[in-house]
C-alpha cells in the first residue's frame, strides 16, 4: 500500500499547522486549488482520490465491482488516517464530506474544511459534457447534466455546512488567497 507520505516530501512539520480540507462536487477544482493552496502554504498534498487509486486501483472500478458503500467506507478509514496529520491540504472526492462521520473527523482533528462550488452548467463542461461518464461512474447515465444538477441538488445542504468559496468566477489565485483569509480568520 502507498504511504499517505510519499505523496509529497513536505508533509509533516509544526503540529500547529492546521490542515485544509476541499470538499464541494466533482470538478469544481478541489484538486487544482488544493495544488496551488498547499504551495502557498508551504503544506503537503494530498487528494484523496488519487490515493485510493494507489491503494486499491480505479474508482470505477472499486463502483463497479464492490459497489459504492465500500468506497465511501475506503474514504472513512482514510480520513481518519490523515485528520491527525499537521500542514496538509486535503483534496477530496466529491462525496467524502457528505458523510456526516467523515466531516466530524476531520472537525475533530481541528482541520478547516472548505466547500468549493461552481455552477452545474461549469461542473458539466469540466467533466466532459456529454462523455462526463466515461471517467466518471456517476455520470454514466443517459443524461449526465440532469445527473449533476440532481446530485448537487442533493449534495447542496451538506456542502453548505462549510465556509463556501466560487470556482467558476474567479482565478485560481483569487481562490487560495480567499482560502488563506478563511484560514487565518478561523
Do not use: C, W
Amino acid at each position: 500500500m502507498a504511504d499517505v507520505r510519499e505523496q509529497d516530501d513536505r508533509i509533516g512539520g509544526d503540529s500547529r499547522q492546521r490542515s485544509v480540507v476541499l470538499t464541494g462536487f466533482m470538478a469544481t477544482g478541489k484538486s487544482t486549488v488544493g495544488r496551488h493552496l498547499a504551495a502557498r502554504l508551504r503544506y503537503g498534498f494530498v487528494d484523496t482520490d488519487r490515493l485510493i487509486e494507489e491503494r486499491f486501483g480505479p474508482i470505477p472500478e472499486i463502483f463497479n465491482t464492490q459497489g459504492e458503500e465500500t468506497f465511501r467506507a475506503i474514504e472513512r478509514d482514510l480520513a481518519s488516517e490523515l485528520a491527525p496529520l499537521p500542514a496538509l491540504v486535503i483534496a477530496t472526492g466529491g462525496g467524502m464530506l457528505v458523510d456526516d462521520a467523515v466531516s466530524d473527523v476531520f472537525k475533530g482533528a481541528g482541520s478547516l474544511i472548505v466547500s468549493l462550488v461552481a455552477d452545474v452548467d461549469t461542473i458539466y463542461r469540466r467533466v466532459g459534457g456529454e462523455r462526463a461518464g466515461q471517467r466518471r461512474p456517476m455520470l454514466a447515465v443517459e443524461n449526465p447534466r440532469d445527473r449533476i444538477a440532481e446530485l448537487v441538488a442533493a449534495r447542496t445542504p451538506a456542502y453548505s455546512k462549510f465556509p463556501q468559496v466560487r470556482t467558476d468566477t474567479q482565478s485560481s489565485a483569487k481562490i487560495v488567497d480567499e482560502i488563506v483569509a478563511l484560514l487565518q480568520s478561523d
